[in-house]
């Protein structure tokens, strides 16, 4: 080998790196993996362990599962013209007293007649089932681990722990194995410089680095070590994504803003006419905004708190802040029945103090009421003529309202319901001109990790105690077929006085679903609870006739209301103490909390009942969660676990890189440390400028540095 050609780089092309098949880099070229790095970024799926396998025997079994064995038979079942099975009878390769036999099969894939023969010996993975006294593998992955012309080379593909790569067009796993392993052989470690700083001797990651972490993660020497090797990257991972968080928080910070203090006179005179006291916790979150307001660096900040835990005052009252700072305020709701019921509210508890209040969506837009009379108190520096709205409730629209310059004194914005809002739509707002105070709020219970993923770069306040005089939830499962005592019950509530929700899945039947449909479900319900009136509301309804039944259930003229998820978030009838979901499997455990924190906002106990088809045992053990615990946190937490993050984080993490190592985002300590690591090095070096740091930066990403932003 000459000693020229033989130092490699991640982006030499794989035809230039010595010792390899030819055949294996052209098959690789054809998907796209062509240089070095193209393949030692392609990461392992699954690891494979092959160092010594005791046998024992076939077990049926849910998971895939894998074997070393050997072919005894082959054979094809032919079907027709076309069909055809290919099918063989194996045996465990290692000692086997029992000669336990299993049949491998594989439809339509005749071919595969040419490939396996007697006597070879394969890795096999897959799920054994037991059918007829038959044991059976139906498609298993295997490779050919010995018999082939082309055997076990110097340990790669046998005697010790594989990787096995997902294959896609016509890439083979033996060649991609053989010539990843070669190309790391002689890729120096130079070549993969560390991300992250060098962690201390002794500490987790003793002595690792981004080099040997990759290493390991292709060839692996044990388990443990392999382990090691993933949350190494995942901590990388989250590194990345922490510097890009405290970056712009601190840039963030770097923005102009405007102090908004005052006396709080008029914040006095809305604690005062309140009819509850706040809790401990909501007067803990006020004092966090208020403070951040009162200083000169814009405030970004999360308001976190489970459903009913009384944000909605919290914001309303450091609005009010904002308005006797001379300044305005807007509140963006992610629908119109909740802007338009944040409106009513915020108009019933603050006109009284001579507050302005104006809705603004895109169907509707209501002036507030100019012969409002203000408050001394409130802003005495501005003339009335010029004063306009002094709170501004509204839809998205209101995003276009900001920048159609309606709102020129704005002091602070309110996102209400932060995960149904992109990330780049706060951008958006916050982006433009001056820089208001923002406050997001949220009511999905998001475990402590992902709040520093998800919002990294906002300061979290969190309400974490429900207001006292609340009736407790009663969550009841049960099968659809209990309908008629359910009516009865439901009715028994109504003589009483109380209204109830009734929730179904799908707006109709066009979704050929079997769902039951809201539609339908009204005329069903509406027999059932006769002489009851009943209300129809869905995302298809015009606004006029949404906000008009929406008031009509609200003032109770309509007792039981068939919706859609549309009530999902924020609306909040505290007479309403019965909540019926149809079809409740086909939602996800944080979601059905979110729907029954509609109820149970009064002094009366409330009942929430999730229908589930007759016998689906699966629905019934994942929704009893449900009814042993009202704490949201618990809840999103399982359904972490249960639908990984990936769906958890949804469309919220949209513009950022997937994860790969994600799967241990439950981690939370990685996810700590990396934010530790991350405010560490900015504070040394905010530009990351520093020699070391180049390529940091290229893998932060230029946008989130721009040039020369800081100021
Ligand atoms: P969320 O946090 O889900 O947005 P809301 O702000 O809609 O909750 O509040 C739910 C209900 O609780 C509302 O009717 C609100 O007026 C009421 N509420 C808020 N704070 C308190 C409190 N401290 N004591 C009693 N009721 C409260
Ligand atoms: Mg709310």
């Given at each position: 080998m000459s000693s020229a050609a033989?130092?490699?780089?991640?982006?030499?092309?794989?035809?230039?790196?010595?010792?390899?098949?030819p055949a294996a880099v052209r098959m690789l070229a054809k998907e796209g993996l062509a240089t070095v790095g193209g393949l030692v970024l392609h990461f392992p799926a699954r690891h494979e362990d092959r160092r010594r396998m005791d046998f024992k025997g076939f077990c049926p079994s849910e998971t895939p599962v894998c074997h070393h064995v050997r072919v005894l038979k082959t054979r094809v079942l032919r079907f027709g013209q076309r069909g055809g099975v290919f099918e063989t009878v194996v045996e465990a390769?290692?000692?086997?007293?029992?000669?336990q036999q299993l049949t491998l099969r594989w439809f339509g894939?005749?071919?595969?007649q040419k490939v396996l023969a007697v006597d070879m010996e394969l890795m096999v993975y897959g799920k054994i089932k037991e059918i007829k006294d038959r044991l059976l593998m139906d498609h298993p992955e295997y490779e050919i681990v010995?018999?082939?012309?082309?055997d076990d080379e110097a340990g790669i593909h046998s005697s010790r722990i594989v990787p096995v790569y997902r294959l896609r067009?016509?890439?083979?796993?033996k060649p991609l194995r053989r010539t990843t392993w070669q190309v790391m052989e002689q890729?120096?470690?130079?070549?993969?410089?560390?991300?992250?700083p060098r962690p201390k001797?002794?500490?987790?990651?003793?002595?690792?680095?981004r080099a040997t972490a990759l290493r390991t993660l292709h060839h692996p020497d044990g388990f443990d070590e392999l382990t090691q090797a993933q949350r190494y990257l995942a901590l990388e991972e989250f590194y990345l994504m922490q510097l890009r968080a405290v970056r712009r928080k601190l840039q963030f910070k770097h923005h102009g803003g405007t102090p908004q203090r005052a006396e709080g006179r008029l914040l006095a005179a809305f604690l005062e006419t309140l009819p509850f006291q706040m809790t401990g916790a909501q007067s803990r979150s006020l004092d966090e905004i208020l403070a951040d307001m009162a200083l000169p660096q814009p405030m970004n900040r999360l308001l976190h708190g489970d459903?009913?835990?009384?944000k909605t005052v919290v914001a309303l009252a450091a609005m009010l802040m904002a308005v006797e700072a001379g300044r305005q305020g807007a509140l963006m709701a992610p629908t119109q029945i909740l802007a338009e019921q944040h409106y009513e509210n915020a108009r019933r508890w603050l006109e009284p103090l001579g507050i302005r209040v104006a809705l603004r969506t895109a169907d509707r837009v209501l002036d507030f009421?100019?012969?409002?009379?203000?408050?001394?108190?409130?802003?005495?520096?501005?003339?009335a003529a010029d004063r306009g709205p002094d709170i501004v409730i509204g839809t998205h629209a209101l995003l276009y309202e900001r920048s159609a310059g309606n709102?020129?004194?704005?002091?602070l914005v309110v996102i209400d319901?932060?995960?149904?809002?992109?990330v780049a739509q706060r951008a958006r707002l916050i982006a433009q001109g001056e820089t208001p105070d923002v406050l997001v709020m949220t009511a999905?219970?998001?475990p402590r990790t992902l709040t520093l993923t998800l919002y990294g770069d906002l300061d979290v306040s969190t309400i974490d105690q429900r207001p006292k005089e609340r009736g407790k939830i009663i969550t009841a499962v049960r099968e659809v077929t209990k309908v008629e005592e359910v009516t009865k019950f439901v009715l028994a509530r109504l003589e009483e006085g109380r209204q109830c929700y009734i929730v179904y899945p799908?707006?109709?039947?066009s979704e050929k679903l079997d769902a039951g449909a809201a539609t339908t479900g009204l005329e069903e319900w509406t027999k059932r609870l006769a002489p009851h009136a009943i209300g129809l509301l869905h995302g298809r309804m015009d606004t006029d006739a949404k906000e008009s039944v929406m008031r009509q259930f609200r003032e109770g003229s309509v007792k039981a209301l068939v919706s859609?998820?549309?009530?999902?978030?924020?609306?909040?009838?505290?007479?309403?103490?019965v909540m019926i979901i149809h079809d409740?499997?086909?939602?996800g455990l944080a979601q059905l909390h979110q729907l029954r924190?509609?109820?149970?906002?009064?002094a009366h106990t409330s009942y929430a009942i999730l229908f589930v088809p007759k016998g689906d045992k699966e629905a019934m053990a994942r929704l009893k969660l449900l009814e042993e615990t009202t704490d949201g946190f618990k809840i999103a937490e399982e359904d972490l676990v249960r639908r990984g993050p990936g769906d958890v984080l949804g469309s919220a993490q949209s513009g950022q890189s997937p994860l790969?190592?994600?799967?241990?985002?439950?981690?939370t300590r990685l996810v700590t440390t990396a934010r530790r690591l991350a405010e560490r090095t900015l504070k040394a070096d905010p530009e990351l400028l520093q020699p070391g740091h180049a390529h940091l930066r290229a893998l932060v990403g230029e946008e989130v540095f721009g040039k020369g932003t800081m100021q």
């Amino acid at each position: 080998m000459s000693s020229a050609a033989s130092v490699i780089s991640l982006d030499t092309p794989l035809d230039q790196v010595e010792g390899l098949r030819p055949a294996a880099v052209r098959m690789l070229a054809k998907e796209g993996l062509a240089t070095v790095g193209g393949l030692v970024l392609h990461f392992p799926a699954r690891h494979e362990d092959r160092r010594r396998m005791d046998f024992k025997g076939f077990c049926p079994s849910e998971t895939p599962v894998c074997h070393h064995v050997r072919v005894l038979k082959t054979r094809v079942l032919r079907f027709g013209q076309r069909g055809g099975v290919f099918e063989t009878v194996v045996e465990a390769a290692e000692a086997n007293p029992m000669h336990q036999q299993l049949t491998l099969r594989w439809f339509g894939m005749v071919y595969l007649q040419k490939v396996l023969a007697v006597d070879m010996e394969l890795m096999v993975y897959g799920k054994i089932k037991e059918i007829k006294d038959r044991l059976l593998m139906d498609h298993p992955e295997y490779e050919i681990v010995r018999g082939e012309e082309d055997d076990d080379e110097a340990g790669i593909h046998s005697s010790r722990i594989v990787p096995v790569y997902r294959l896609r067009g016509g890439l083979k796993q033996k060649p991609l194995r053989r010539t990843t392993w070669q190309v790391m052989e002689q890729l120096p470690a130079a070549a993969l410089p560390d991300i992250l700083p060098r962690p201390k001797a002794g500490g987790d990651f003793a002595g690792m680095t981004r080099a040997t972490a990759l290493r390991t993660l292709h060839h692996p020497d044990g388990f443990d070590e392999l382990t090691q090797a993933q949350r190494y990257l995942a901590l990388e991972e989250f590194y990345l994504m922490q510097l890009r968080a405290v970056r712009r928080k601190l840039q963030f910070k770097h923005h102009g803003g405007t102090p908004q203090r005052a006396e709080g006179r008029l914040l006095a005179a809305f604690l005062e006419t309140l009819p509850f006291q706040m809790t401990g916790a909501q007067s803990r979150s006020l004092d966090e905004i208020l403070a951040d307001m009162a200083l000169p660096q814009p405030m970004n900040r999360l308001l976190h708190g489970d459903v009913g835990s009384g944000k909605t005052v919290v914001a309303l009252a450091a609005m009010l802040m904002a308005v006797e700072a001379g300044r305005q305020g807007a509140l963006m709701a992610p629908t119109q029945i909740l802007a338009e019921q944040h409106y009513e509210n915020a108009r019933r508890w603050l006109e009284p103090l001579g507050i302005r209040v104006a809705l603004r969506t895109a169907d509707r837009v209501l002036d507030f009421d100019a012969e409002c009379r203000t408050l001394e108190a409130c802003a005495p520096q501005i003339p009335a003529a010029d004063r306009g709205p002094d709170i501004v409730i509204g839809t998205h629209a209101l995003l276009y309202e900001r920048s159609a310059g309606n709102l020129p004194r704005l002091g602070l914005v309110v996102i209400d319901e932060q995960h149904k809002f992109g990330v780049a739509q706060r951008a958006r707002l916050i982006a433009q001109g001056e820089t208001p105070d923002v406050l997001v709020m949220t009511a999905t219970p998001i475990p402590r990790t992902l709040t520093l993923t998800l919002y990294g770069d906002l300061d979290v306040s969190t309400i974490d105690q429900r207001p006292k005089e609340r009736g407790k939830i009663i969550t009841a499962v049960r099968e659809v077929t209990k309908v008629e005592e359910v009516t009865k019950f439901v009715l028994a509530r109504l003589e009483e006085g109380r209204q109830c929700y009734i929730v179904y899945p799908l707006i109709d039947e066009s979704e050929k679903l079997d769902a039951g449909a809201a539609t339908t479900g009204l005329e069903e319900w509406t027999k059932r609870l006769a002489p009851h009136a009943i209300g129809l509301l869905h995302g298809r309804m015009d606004t006029d006739a949404k906000e008009s039944v929406m008031r009509q259930f609200r003032e109770g003229s309509v007792k039981a209301l068939v919706s859609t998820t549309v009530i999902e978030v924020g609306v909040d009838v505290p007479n309403a103490t019965v909540m019926i979901i149809h079809d409740s499997g086909r939602f996800g455990l944080a979601q059905l909390h979110q729907l029954r924190g509609r109820i149970g906002r009064g002094a009366h106990t409330s009942y929430a009942i999730l229908f589930v088809p007759k016998g689906d045992k699966e629905a019934m053990a994942r929704l009893k969660l449900l009814e042993e615990t009202t704490d949201g946190f618990k809840i999103a937490e399982e359904d972490l676990v249960r639908r990984g993050p990936g769906d958890v984080l949804g469309s919220a993490q949209s513009g950022q890189s997937p994860l790969r190592f994600g799967a241990l985002l439950a981690d939370t300590r990685l996810v700590t440390t990396a934010r530790r690591l991350a405010e560490r090095t900015l504070k040394a070096d905010p530009e990351l400028l520093q020699p070391g740091h180049a390529h940091l930066r290229a893998l932060v990403g230029e946008e989130v540095f721009g040039k020369g932003t800081m100021q």
